[in-house]
């Protein structure tokens, strides 16, 4: 069969990050920069904070709003949840036995103020800086954790799903979320592993039909082993990004991150954006049948953020 | 009926603490003191941490135990677990789907340097200090929680159960949990509400016969209701009891305390011991037909502990 031969061999050429071999796990070297500029003092973060990024494949950044602005993005995410009870919409998950919204995917495209904020140039524009190219959102959510039954969600490095799953070529895309409530390491804040974005887990197993359909819950496939996470956790450690409520955390598309549940009272929330580089739109699925739904992955043809400065209210 | 209206009332005046009733959750005040004598330079603890654990009821201990100490009493835990694989004791309790032990009760009955740690001064020492009394193992444990899967375990007072199950009159015990691990609140460790312990929530529900055997893995009858828990939080905040392995957490018998699943790799491992006041001994349930099994809660006359002064190795 020639043909398929030649269509194997054509897309093995253009994959730098092979993944979900049904055999092994493998650990590869990443070929991609994670800033892809030099830093001048015309970036919109300090040159420590880019050579921490670069080093930790994340940033915790705080005070960057005001307590006006983080005031009414609160308010009206819980307005955004309340108007979205009980509904079917596919971009609107809820709590399993309720109407309670957890996640609204296509966040931006529901709410103003949302759409306001994923083009500031406090989130978009160090995005921009950071993969030096313009950008756009390729999936966009407000999630929202409840307390005392908050869910633990597994370590995964995001790019190796977008790439598998999505067909994102290549790691130059990066998740800013924007913390609506406190977070505190007791509460299942984000833990990632600093570091860990140097090197591409690609992971052992085959993407089954439709994986997103539990993925989103419980990830098994596309994950590290326990073995590749307890070397990797002993290399770089586990840092928990912990912050009051305003605290944007930035993080690379290859850091290794997970969250504990959460038996506090104290649920966690948050608008979630990820830019990725018009020049790294996506292509076929490197690992999968059928792309994933769009509120998951924006496909086609990108339309660049324009930025927007100054206050938000 | 009037044999059973006069042992209703008498069950009824001599219970400091009712709990369980089907219609309703009450909150009552203690009756009984945290530290049952004053401070005096012969105290085994200082006097701001004598009032610390009055204010909060619990005191978290780093240093007490030597590197040698901690060592010996790690590597015999470990080993204590390797014998116990696939055990069927009714004491040992394991991984479900696994023969990994998870929990050992009678911990100080099956191991000569655990036997000695259950009477050392640094434990049973403190215990008789705060109880103003001579002390008893009421019950004892060497607990394991596995990284990667480690689940919670939701809000309670272990006097509630005590009292309610075991028949524990009053409030005149406490609980020495010595790390065998680096416990960190990514990792699950232990959560306390600091002055939780001067509250009696008098729990709602009827005890279901031998409801031990599931509430040492889910407890759902005897925990404060979620409104009472924010309510708690609020007053009172969640302190993690954060420490290298070697640190020793004393609390209180109506401190509450729970503590969060566990994705890191590390596990979390504790050598348990309650003491209660040989004063305190064990009646009759206050809730429930009977009794649970003794390795839960040690019945009859009980023998106080001889202290050890000394190094354990």
Redesign the interface.
Same mark, same amino acid.
């Given at each position: 069969m020639p043909l398929e031969y030649d269509v194997l061999e054509s897309s093995a050429q253009t994959d730098a990050y092979p993944t979900r071999d049904p055999e092994k796990e493998t650990w590869r070297e990443r070929v991609d920069p994670t800033v892809w500029q030099d830093w001048t003092d015309q970036a919109p973060i300090s040159r420590g904070q880019a050579d921490a990024f670069d080093r930790d494949g994340f940033l915790v950044l705080e005070d960057l709003f005001s307590t006006d602005e983080i005031a009414a993005l609160v308010s009206q995410a819980a307005e955004l949840r309340s108007a979205l009870e009980g509904s079917d919409a596919a971009e609107v998950v809820t709590e399993p036995g309720s109407d309670a919204v957890r996640t609204v995917f296509n966040l931006e495209t529901r709410h103003d103020l949302m759409a306001r904020l994923s083009r500031d140039v406090r989130l978009a524009g160090i995005a921009q800086f950071l993969l030096n190219d313009e950008v756009y959102i390729h999936q966009s959510r407000l999630n929202y954790k409840p307390?005392?039954t908050g869910k633990?969600f597994?370590?995964h490095s995001d790019f190796e799903t977008w790439h598998a799953e999505d067909g994102m070529p290549r790691m130059r895309a990066v998740s800013a979320s924007l913390l609506l409530t406190d977070n =505190?390491?007791?509460n299942?804040?984000l833990?990632l592993m600093p570091g860990s974005h140097k090197t591409f887990v690609s992971c052992q197993g085959e993407t089954p039909d439709a994986n997103y359909e539990t993925s989103l819950k419980t990830q098994k496939i596309g994950t590290p082993s326990?073995e590749s996470? =307890?070397d990797l956790?002993?290399m770089h450690g586990?840092t928990?990004a912990e912050g009051p409520a305003g605290t944007l955390v930035l993080f690379d598309c290859n850091t290794i991150h997970?969250?504990?549940?959460?038996?506090?009272?104290?649920p966690r929330s948050n608008a979630f954006f990820v830019y990725n580089a018009v020049s790294n739109a996506l292509a076929d699925p490197f690992a999968a049948e059928e792309p994933r739904p769009d509120h998951l992955a924006h496909r086609g043809t990108p339309s660049p953020i324009k930025l927007r400065t100054g206050a938000l209210v």
């Open positions: 307390g005392f633990e597994y370590w =505190r390491a007791h299942g804040a833990m326990q996470l =307890r956790a002993q586990i928990d997970g969250s504990n549940g959460n038996i506090t009272p104290d």
